[in-house]
């Protein structure tokens, strides 16, 4: 890993070290169009490298959306592959690394299989200070065909590097700021109150919780406060080696089925779904979620656990208003077809595998009442 501001000058010596010399830069058409791909393209030249790019990641990527990648990535002869970007570009670069060697389709690859490889190598360069992609062992992407968002996971798609340079993320508006911010909070709570949490993890969580808690409110003011962008970036990397050590739980079971059918950005339909989902949990494992409050900074060592855990709900609820996340309503969800969805998105949220690692493991019955319950 290179951190740290100007990181991203080092990425030509990186992919050097790793011997590869023809890398495929996957970004989106943003990233294109501000010339942050153009940068990184020289800076692969300069180093004697030929590299190509590809720029036709998705929100979201889908089983479709790769396959023009997968082209680009062969008529390159591609020996490595650059994520850049948010979560999509970065799990696109995954996923394409994969079937690269390995072939098929992503429906082949999906969960429970574990992916152990092999694959071509990925170095990661996040612009968001959110998914955690760039440090774990998991990629996300939509089946074309059923509009399932198919957790994929396994150690083939973890990246064999990663740049994390808080100067990409000053230019990240207030949303995308908020929703990204509260994806990383969500994978240091879930992480840490996980069936599967261990002590590695658990130190990471804790020291996520604390620079979130601190710095999320002062980005989300001013995108441009220098120190609060670092403590974030690092603190979403953190958070991301620390589910992909441990596991993320009923928050993101349930909310990649509102992204894949209501097309709701990954953070913002975790955010809507936080509160309810944590106060549903808390008394199954008050104590861990006692640990959080106190690493946020919503309650100390003199509240008992029991209060502190309960001021973890308000504090969420607190976090998500002062944010502005909406809830699926004033999305602008219809309540009609979002409560006819429910159905399929209760089976696909336990499919996934993550509301097993809950601390209160739920029911289907459990899981379609705390979605009808968020609509308003």
């Not at 050097?16 to 501000?34: H, I, K, M, Q, Y």
């Not at 082949?108 to 992916?115: M, V």
């Not at 993101?252 to 549903?280: C, D, E, K, Q, Y």
Request: hydrophobic share 45%; charged share 15%; with cysteine.
């Amino acid at each position: 890993m290179r951190i740290g501001g100007g990181a991203r000058q080092e990425l030509g010596d990186l992919v050097r070290g790793l011997g590869a010399s023809r890398p495929l830069l996957v970004t989106d058409r943003f990233l294109e169009g501000n010339g942050a791909a153009a940068e990184l393209l020289a800076v692969l030249e300069e180093a004697g490298l030929s590299p190509a790019l590809w720029a036709e990641t998705v929100p979201d990527p889908t089983s479709d959306s790769l396959v023009s990648g997968l082209a680009a990535l062969h008529e390159h002869r591609a020996d490595l592959v650059i994520g850049f970007g948010g979560g999509s570009p970065m799990d696109t670069a995954k996923a394409l690394a994969l079937l690269a060697v390995q072939g098929g389709t992503m429906s082949d690859y999906r969960a429970p299989r574990r992916n152990d490889g092999p694959a071509l190598p990925v170095v990661a360069i996040p612009t968001t200070a959110g998914s955690g992609s760039e440090a774990t062992q998991f990629t996300i992407i939509t089946d074309s065909a059923s509009n399932e968002k198919m957790l994929c996971t396994g150690p083939a798609f973890l990246p064999a590097a990663a740049v994390v340079d808080f100067e990409l993320t000053l230019s990240m508006p207030a949303r995308l700021t908020a929703d990204t911010g509260v994806d990383a909070l969500t994978h240091a709570v879930e992480a840490y109150v996980s069936h599967r949490a261990n002590p590695f993890s658990d130190t990471l969580c804790l020291a996520a919780i604390a620079a979130i808690g601190g710095n999320l409110r002062r980005v989300y003011a001013d995108g441009q406060d220098r120190d609060a962008r670092e403590a974030l970036m690092l603190a979403a990397t953190q958070a991301g080696i620390a589910f992909s050590n441990s596991s993320v739980a009923l928050v993101h079971g349930m909310s990649r089925p509102i992204g894949a059918h209501f097309h709701v950005a990954h953070g913002l339909s975790n955010a809507m779904l936080f509160p309810a989902v944590t106060a549903f949990s808390i008394g199954s494992a008050t104590a861990r979620y006692a640990d959080c409050a106190r690493a946020f900074g919503c309650a100390t060592d003199a509240d008992d656990d029991a209060r502190a855990a309960a001021s973890l709900v308000e504090a969420l609820g607190a976090l998500c208003r002062d944010l502005a996340v909406p809830t699926p309503e004033t999305f602008g969800i219809d309540e009609a077809e979002w409560m006819a969805t429910i159905p399929t998105m209760v089976q696909q949220a336990i499919a996934s595998g993550s509301p097993a690692n809950n601390p209160r493991i739920p029911t289907p019955d459990d899981i379609a009442a705390l979605y009808a319950a968020i609509y308003h």
